[in-house]
């Protein structure tokens, strides 16, 4: 297991932008993601991409508006967030592990997690 750090959580109005990260402390597996969870709901896939693929895959409900970008050298994943909406609201976590690629969305394919970071958008 490794270390995750996530930053960029914050207060925002519908509409506006955040940009999230996370830095690991070191490699563990193929891939890195995020997910999210609302209050009194699961928490749910929104984002991932292997350290060897430039190809990202996204949760249907932030395809278009969250691009999820990564700087290997920095062990560092971005999450761009546009177009946010009161929907989006969510303790926001980054994780790592090694997933194949039928199982880059469950959860219990990642061995580390971050703390999680506040996102809220006011409508």
């Known amino acids: 297991q490794v270390q995750l750090v996530e930053s960029g959580g914050s207060l925002v109005q519908a509409g506006g932008s955040l940009k999230l990260s996370c830095v690991a402390s070191?490699?563990?597996?193929?891939?890195m993601a995020w997910f999210r969870q609302a209050p009194g709901k699961e928490r749910e896939f929104v984002a991932a991409?292997?350290?060897?693929?430039?190809?990202?895959r996204y949760a249907e409900s932030v395809k278009g508006r969250f691009t999820l970008t990564r700087d290997n050298a920095k062990n560092t994943v971005y999450l761009q967030m546009s177009s946010l909406r009161p929907e989006d609201t969510a303790v926001y976590y980054c994780?790592?592990?090694?997933?194949?690629?039928?199982?880059?969305?469950?959860?219990?394919?990642?061995?580390?997690w971050g703390q999680g970071t506040q996102v809220t958008v006011s409508s």
């Open positions: 070191g490699r563990d597996g193929r891939a």
């Open positions: 991409i292997r350290w060897s693929s430039d190809s990202p």
């Open positions: 994780a790592a592990g090694n997933p194949i690629l039928t199982t880059m969305e469950r959860g219990a394919s990642y061995s580390s």
